[in-house]
């Protein structure tokens, strides 16, 4: 859990990048040095799977449609679903940034979420502000992040 951010935890979840589609440079031979980012950026889809736990728990899918800018910095544009083990859906959408560090498989991940469901159950997500942070290691293609509920 992460000491830098308050209210209440709402979940934390660990995923496996799935898959990835490039369009036209691979991010490995970016993020290796091979090959500089484009000045018009580049684009990434960037799939994964897991599982949350915490108040929201069960199986997570989806995709980030990531950019990454010429300045270094990567824009996230997340799209996702958590299915709970109670068989309800919620969908997730949230942008933030990727802050990678150079020479490091390492970024660090800060996310604005915002959860809807029509489901009674979890109606409760609708309302609330959702701050996640976490990290993605490029390297074992595993990510990590820990959501609060403000």
């Not at 992460?2 to 691979?26: A, C, K």
């Not at 993020?31 to 580049?42: S, Y």
């Not at 997570?60 to 997340?78: E, F, N, S």
């Amino acid at each position: 859990m992460n000491p830098n951010l308050t209210g209440e935890l709402i979940y934390s979840y660990d995923l496996d990048i799935t898959g990835m589609t490039d369009y036209g440079v691979q991010m490995p031979d970016i993020l290796g040095g091979k090959t500089p980012i484009p000045a018009q950026g580049a684009r990434f889809d960037v799939a994964f799977a897991g599982r949350a736990t915490g108040r929201l728990t069960g199986a997570v899918r989806g995709v980030d449609y990531l950019v990454m800018r010429a300045d270094g910095r990567i824009d996230l544009d997340i799209r996702a679903t958590i299915e709970t083990d109670d068989g309800w859906r919620i969908a997730l959408a949230a942008d933030g940034v990727a802050l990678p560090q150079p020479g490091n498989p390492v970024v660090s991940l800060r996310e604005n979420v915002r959860l809807t469901t029509a489901a009674a159950k979890y109606a409760w997500v609708n309302a609330r502000q959702i701050w996640a942070v976490g990290t993605a290691n490029l390297a074992t293609g595993k990510i990590h992040i820990d959501a609060f509920q403000q």
